[in-house]
């Protein structure tokens, strides 16, 4: 890589951060390879948070506060994911402007960034990217999912710590507890609690988690109920924050993310290298004759695959 881009990233020169996020985002092997072995025995000290939950929770309002908060003491890079159109390819990455008041503030980074297909509410290669931004040396990256529900279970092992928000909408009691939110949350954000029924949902939460034994290494997720309106309980979700952020350096928690992290990227990156050298054009070939055979006489998936593995 540039030697002065990576001056640029490590002075936390948000020019250069673009310039290499933009790289990392374009999935070339070469340039991700060129970047991370620049930059990467300089991570490991960023503080992550990942904030998920519904369409509509408030996800980027509680963001925006927590900047607000925060930004005089500490500098925090935003990667706000947004969901990419199977149609289109395009994104509206329309989070930026919620959070435009920060734009000339050197103490924030904000980006925006398409799914680009992931599953999980994140982004391929957000990892690398929050790699970046840890070189850069900012105190707290925040990571926020596109807010699909149930299915976004990337942001665990993206994040040291994990918000979900919910809000008086969210559903009866019992969606809330099916939901597979409640296994990953650290915290949960009872937002827009001026309105009616959070204080419902805020008791059923706490009877639920009251009824887990957890030992003394494993954290207790904190039920909050914020207003954005009302600027109410942002104190307290700060303190539970950092509260969590010492549990997790008394604990080895922090070490245990990173570990648990590498190996992670580690396992993805090879399954992308092995996939991308495995297809050539004698293997689409057989698929796509395979195609073209009435189903009553097509090969089963399995056999097929068998069939293309052996080619």
């Known amino acids: 890589m540039n030697h002065n881009l990576t001056e640029g990233i490590l002075s936390q020169n948000h020019q250069s951060i673009a310039k290499a996020i933009s790289l990392i985002e374009n999935s070339n092997d070469s340039d991700i390879e060129s970047i991370l072995s620049s930059i990467y025995n300089k991570t490991g000290q960023s503080y992550r948070i990942g904030i998920t939950g519904p369409p509509g929770a408030g996800k980027s309002s509680i963001t925006n506060e927590l900047i607000n908060l925060l930004s005089d003491d500490k500098s925090i890079a935003i990667l706000s994911v947004d969901p990419t159109s199977p149609f289109t390819g395009g994104a509206i990455l329309g989070d930026r402007i919620r959070m435009i008041e920060h734009y000339n503030n050197p103490n924030i980074f904000i980006r925006s960034i398409g799914s680009r297909g992931s599953k999980g509410g994140l982004s391929k290669n957000i990892n690398i990217i929050a790699d970046v931004l840890d070189a850069a040396d900012f105190d707290?990256?925040?990571?926020?999912?596109?807010?699909?529900?149930?299915?976004?279970?990337?942001?665990?092992?993206?994040?040291?710590?994990?918000?979900?928000?919910?809000?008086?909408?969210?559903?009866?009691?019992?969606?809330?507890?099916?939901?597979?939110?409640?296994?990953?949350?650290?915290?949960?954000?009872?937002?827009?609690?001026?309105?009616?029924?959070?204080?419902?949902?805020?008791?059923?939460l706490n009877n639920f988690l009251s009824t887990i034994q957890h030992e003394d290494h494993i954290w207790s997720p904190e039920v909050i109920q914020t207003s954005v309106y009302n600027k109410t309980?942002?104190?307290?979700?700060?303190?539970?924050?950092?509260?969590?952020?010492?549990?997790?350096?008394?604990?080895?928690?922090?070490?245990?993310?990173?570990?648990?992290?590498?190996?992670?990227?580690?396992?993805?990156?090879?399954?992308?290298?092995?996939?991308?050298?495995?297809?050539?054009?004698?293997?689409?070939?057989?698929?796509?004759?395979?195609?073209?055979?009435?189903?009553?006489?097509?090969?089963?998936p399995v056999a097929l695959a068998k069939k293309i593995i052996n080619e």
């Open 233 to 300: 309980g942002f104190n307290k979700l700060i303190k539970t924050i950092f509260d969590r952020y010492k549990f997790l350096d008394i604990n080895g928690g922090r070490e245990a993310k990173h570990r648990d992290r590498y190996i992670s990227q580690v396992h993805d990156l090879i399954s992308s290298y092995l996939t991308n050298a495995f297809w050539n054009d004698n293997k689409e070939e057989v698929l796509n004759k395979e195609l073209d055979i009435e189903i009553k006489n097509r090969k089963n």
């Open 140 to 204: 707290i990256i925040i990571l926020e999912t596109v807010g699909v529900g149930q299915v976004e279970l990337d942001i665990v092992e993206s994040a040291d710590t994990t918000i979900v928000v919910l809000v008086p909408e969210s559903g009866d009691d019992i969606q809330i507890l099916k939901a597979g939110m409640m296994e990953i949350a650290d915290i949960f954000i009872i937002n827009k609690s001026d309105r009616e029924g959070a204080e419902k949902i805020a008791v059923s």
